[in-house]
């Protein structure tokens, strides 16, 4: 190219152009205008016809460079048809079309090009322009289409054909997903169908995959279930998960200390410890000011008040404080609560000292210390995660600690997944450090994802369904879900028996199901307290009296993901020693838990919503003589 005004001739290559020349008319000068690199070089022209030049160096323009265009636009195309579009895959769409859109769309759709090109620029306008309802309706339409190439396959994966909205949960793939799954709908067959699904659509191997559940027994169910299959990922509760890190990191096997695993070796060695500590005069007043204070009580001697019942209810404050400690230590700051608690800290965190030392000298860690080093290990990549997808059941009880263990993991890469399955209706766990608001607000914890629902509960009738709904989402920081009942049989869901004695409202109601049974017939006798329930020697004696019935005991909190044909609820009197259970945690217990929910006893509501469903055909309420407890009374009314 000749510059009229030096005479010197420079040449530009096409393919190191940034976009295509342009011209510029300025003061009576056309200059042509190019960008080349972060340079731009301004050259004036005399020419006659500047739109024609301007579309000659935008042709030549695009023919260099249309096979970058055309290769990505390709590419991209060929990713959106075989990957659900998540938000990972939807931010490097974007970010891998902006530089191409700022390069052609402010001009090239007024000119002609050939079928490819054409069609590669108009796929680029609508990458570069997607809405939230084109985004909505790409997604659906994918889903839709999985649904239906493998319809096949979500008949057969599990022993029933899986809902409508179980199979959308197993195509649906964002990097974070969280599905609610209220009681009954069956969540355990799409944690295992969700895996299996990766492996068919071979989207993920074995390898790749992990349950993950809160508990020992729920972990082993899914183990069951997922090795009925030829390929079935690992299964493992938190603290196997934090012992396979470290042992791959150590080399060896953590020693896990008999004070972490039993309770009543752990109170004796901080009834021991205080009275140590106690031999100090500064930590006897502090102790002695922190009974008065909290227990408004006088200690005389501490040999004889630590033997006393609120001696005995310190021991155990202290005791669980330690975990607790640990993990607030280990999650956010300590200066609000040093503030708020001074007194308390200068009694526990001496004991946790010498805690800390006992398990070092002991070469061993407890539960929490498990969490704690494996997320350290995760962080300094001393142990880099092979698992791509996590599964995550039970997803309500999860604790910041362990939320913090899964997001290290899922971080390590751009390409891990949560798949988290768990249901707001049910967390009755924050005593033991569970927050609700880690599943209520899932995507300001775990980042951007899809939160979807299941519908249809196998458990208990529609009846039954409304009730326990209605009376769950009284909370209105409940989630609420459209949920219906497979079993749409029509009978009274709550039956109220309310006889002089409770003991002869129990007696009448199980003779009626004892007489009503054509067959053997599951019943669950639940309370709030273990203390309500009937002993084990009446159990036995009640089995061997109602032929029909085949009877268990459980709390509460035990029943939570059992279930029988009837149940039966007793301990439903009102006032400070019934239900729902009056708040009596210790301030300081209190403050190292999440925070506390503002509606009345709404983790209580949730323990009742538990109980009441249960049952697959009825639930039967024990109403005591005098005082009966609020919730029944709001059910009743």
Not at 21 to 26: D, L, T, W
Not at 178 to 199: D, E, N, R
Not at 354 to 383: H, P, R
Not at 526 to 553: F, G, T
Request: some cysteine; hydrophobic content about 40%.
């Amino acid at each position: 190219m000749l510059d009229s005004q030096t005479g010197q001739s420079e040449s530009y290559q096409w393919a190191r152009l940034n976009a295509p020349p342009m011209i510029e008319y300025k003061r009576f000068v056309h200059y042509l205008v190019i960008r080349h690199g972060q340079t731009t070089t301004k050259i004036p022209l005399k020419i006659e016809k500047p739109d024609e030049l301007k579309c000659f160096l935008q042709k030549a323009w695009a023919v260099a460079h249309r096979g970058e265009l055309c290769d990505r636009i390709r590419k991209l195309e060929t990713l959106l048809k075989v990957r659900y579009l998540s938000h990972g895959l939807y931010d490097m769409v974007k970010s891998a079309v902006a530089p191409f859109s700022e390069q052609w769309l402010p001009w090239a759709a007024q000119l002609t090009f050939d079928h490819n090109l054409t069609d590669a620029i108009m796929t680029l306008t609508e990458l570069d322009s997607w809405s939230k309802q084109d985004l909505s309706e790409f997604k659906e339409a994918y889903v839709n289409y999985k649904l239906s190439e493998h319809e096949a396959f979500f008949d057969t994966v599990e022993s029933q054909p899986l809902t409508a909205a179980q199979r959308r949960a197993c195509v649906i793939q964002d990097e974070r997903q969280l599905l609610l799954a209220g009681a009954g709908t069956g969540k355990t067959s799409v944690m295992v169908a969700k895996a299996q699904y990766l492996f068919y659509t071979r989207q993920a191997y074995a390898k790749q995959v992990l349950l993950l559940a809160y508990g020992k027994q729920a972990a082993q169910e899914m183990l069951n279930r997922a090795s009925h299959y030829p390929t079935f990922p690992d299964c493992m509760t938190f603290h196997k998960l934090g012992l396979h890190i470290i042992e791959s990191v150590e080399g060896m096997m953590p020693k896990v200390s008999e004070l972490a695993q039993n309770e009543i070796s752990k109170r004796a060695f901080v009834r021991e410890t205080i009275l140590l500590l106690c031999q100090e005069e500064q930590y006897r007043l502090h102790l002695i000011r922190y009974v008065k204070q909290v227990q408004r009580a006088d200690v005389v001697d501490i040999h004889d008040y630590l033997d006393s019942s609120k001696g005995k209810r310190l021991i155990s404050d202290f005791s669980t404080s330690l975990g607790l400690l640990k993990c607030r230590h280990a999650t956010t700051s300590l200066a609000k609560l040093e503030s708020q608690f001074n007194e308390s800290l200068a009694c526990v965190r001496p004991i946790l000292a010498e805690y800390t030392l006992y398990l070092s000298n002991e070469g061993a860690i407890d539960f929490e210390d498990m969490i704690i080093q494996s997320i350290d290990y995760v962080q300094s990549k001393k142990f880099m995660s092979p698992w791509t997808h996590l599964l995550v059941d039970e997803f309500q009880d999860i604790s910041p600690i362990r939320a913090k263990l899964l997001k290290s993991l899922i971080e390590q890469s751009e390409r891990h997944y949560l798949f988290a399955v768990g249901d707001d209706w049910q967390s009755i766990y924050r005593f033991s450090g569970a927050d609700i608001g880690l599943t209520t607000d899932f995507t300001h914890h775990f980042g951007d994802g899809t939160v979807t629902q299941l519908d249809k509960t196998f458990r208990y009738p529609q009846g039954l369904l409304d009730v326990t709904s209605r009376f769950v989402c009284a909370n209105p920081a409940q989630i609420m879900k459209r949920i219906t009942a497979h079993n749409v049989q029509h009978c009274t869901p709550l039956v109220y028996v309310e006889e002089p004695t409770e003991e002869q409202s129990l007696s009448l109601t199980l003779e009626s199901l004892n007489t009503q049974a054509e067959c053997s017939v599951s019943v669950l006798l639940l309370a709030r307290y273990h203390k309500v329930l009937p002993s084990k020697q009446q159990i036995d004696e009640m089995n061997h009296r109602y032929q029909h019935l085949h009877l268990r005991v459980m709390t509460f909190h035990a029943a939570k993901g059992m279930e029988a044909d009837y149940a039966v609820i007793l301990g439903l009197a009102g006032g400070a020693n019934g239900f729902p259970a009056q708040d009596t945690a210790v301030a300081f217990l209190d403050a190292l838990l999440p925070d506390k929910e503002p509606f009345p006893y709404a983790e209580e509501r949730r323990l009742f919503y538990v109980a009441l469903t249960r049952a697959k055909q009825q639930i039967y309420l024990i109403i005591p003589p005098g005082s009966r407890s609020e919730f029944v009374q709001e059910l009743d009314s």
